[in-house]
């Protein structure tokens, strides 16, 4: 609309573009691999996962399996998102920021932190399905299951609101305590709640094993934040990606194929009474 | 925040204003009008299927009609969005992309293809609700009607993502397939899964029409996307909008005027059971 | 990736950035303590309702107290990202918009009207959770609870874009009459459907005046948007964000307490039958 002459003093904010982001993370080895090979282990899941769970019978068993399947679906989705720079930007950190000195690059024209943003939004939509398939596993009521899935997202949406912060280095740590303090609920739920119902249900022993996987990388993650280059800076910026797409693959893939093992001999434990999830209105057929 | 002297050379990414779209489409009559005549004609649906369900008792059948409008109040707001700018785009393809000869244009000092990227995004909102009311008339239990929706969101999110990756044609060609895999299970769910179910439920003859209706339509959608402005650029972008506007017209206001039409009749198959979708967990009073 | 000569007259999109907008609004005692003061409530809502549900024992009335919940838990994010600067835009209104004679202000070279979008962005998070604890304490059937939800979100989402729709002041309050449309049917709701529906479950007292205080409230909202900068900028950017943080106040977390209080004493008119929410397949244990 309106035209500047050249000669006067402009403020630019550049930013770099899809592009030069996509072939920045080509040209670092490490980066890229922590990228391109989850989109690999992501796709091989999805086809280990349909192929374990073929012959599966029973409605709650194969809910427990879509479940399951919805994470190396939104995984293979978000690395690909990554890789190609439409969810991965070069963001300037507010002042004091540790990565200011030493973690920042440049990359066409604007100066700053690789910030795989994108990870923390698709974790949003990938580890509700982690928490659905526990919760049906260990037969949680619907309670709990709310509680756990809404309080979930929270931590997924506010730990992306604090990477994407960047006016001011004490809000970044605010977002990061609110966050780890939803997780904090979420932990209530899978080490106090939903082992008594599993206890009950009779899964117990595979929802222990699944549980501590879970506990335990799960807490990994907030630890890398911290100490990855939008944290503390510690880390730089391919070693903080390898390590959550190292958690990543314990915590979505090995998790999966636990959790189908397990439902693909569909135990009476994880199977379901006659009409369940019926949507119908009308009496069941006698058939 | 920094500024600096206009003597430098400095590298600009330009970007068309909301302002400059909005008066570029109402510039082209024929992108204006595919735009335009939705926003009429979803209105108009609403008003008619409030005005045909309006005697409806059965809470079961009123679910259906409430999924079914839905469709018509998120293809308002899609095409209200789309016509003023502000879920459309210049979008610069990545090299090789066939539109940079011929079909790219020049709004506001950005040059690139035009991009009604909002369509995607809005329809991870409509395609749940249509299906949701296919998968009720059919009679379909909770997990599969999981499996159908947590696809088709997945399908539209992927595809959204093929039309704003500008990084590399690859990449937009990886998504595009990646959307269509999903579109493989919602398919087998519309032909497999739920004509059996619908064959027990009693509603055979209406789901037989809507799935046909239903599968012929959306195979449409990635063959326009392939042919159109985004994919191989043999359509012209007003012709591209046409086409996506016309399977719009079909698979969402004649769709839904068929689902309300059988609905208004409340026959037995779509009716409710006594406490039908009751949240209250009193027993119920013997009124 | 291209470079211009800076003899050339070059069209610029400036922007604010974040840490501008966060510096801005510091810099406003009335706008900063419209938002920081919300932090603070936010916050001790969410300390008071876990205290005040802390030894609630049934399923059902743990559900409604965890929706309840869910609204201080948005508002706590919502106004961190408002304050941050993450949410919050200066927007340059269209030509006509009243807010260009007097309520303009100009930061980091950016020229517009503050508008702080984020409110209407978290409103589709918090007030869905507002009508399922309304919902479940009426004892709602899923067909009143998905409809009132449904056109709740869409008001939400049309009132987002109606303030960040820059390019035709007709489209603006277009978009606003869409939204006032749709808000029309969750009134319907909330005055005839679920106050049929509380008389029967035995919940009409407390119903009755949380329905009054979320109807009145509700009805101010628009009422502020007409008002306010956004509208017919009758109304300063820090009066009209505090009167929006005022009915927030009220709105929710006054709400809230009043919802807490009478869930927290288990009448039998919020409890659960046997096995309500369960989402085990298997027949209940006998304990």
Redesign the interface.
Known sequence: ???????????????A???????YVLGDTLLASSLYANIALAGLSILLFVWMARGLE???A??IV??TL?VP??S??SY??L????TTGILEM?PGHPAVDGAYVTV??AEGVVSLWGRYLTWALSTPAILLAL??LA?????????AI??DI?MC??GL?AA?????LA?RW??FG?SCT?FVVVLYVLLVEWPA?AA???TDDVFGTLKYLTVVMWLAYPVVWALGVEGLALLPVGVTSWAYSGLDIVAKYVFGFLVIRYVADEP??????AG????????P?D?
Chains 1, 2, 3 share one sequence.
């Open positions: 609309m309106s035209t500047l002459p050249a000669t006067a003093f402009v403020p630019l904010q550049e930013a573009s899809q592009r030069e982001i996509f072939e029973d409605p709650r194969k809910l879509a479940a919805v679906v939104v293979l989705a690909t998102g890789a190609s720079g439409l507010p066409g024209g919760g049906l037969g949680s009521n619907l309670t709990k299951l709310f509680t809404v309080f929270a949406v506010t609101a994407l912060t960047t006016s001011s809000l605010f977002w609110m939803f119902d009950e249900t009779g009476a434990s994880v199977t379901a009474d369940y999830g019926a949507t119908g209105g009308v009496a057929a058939d």
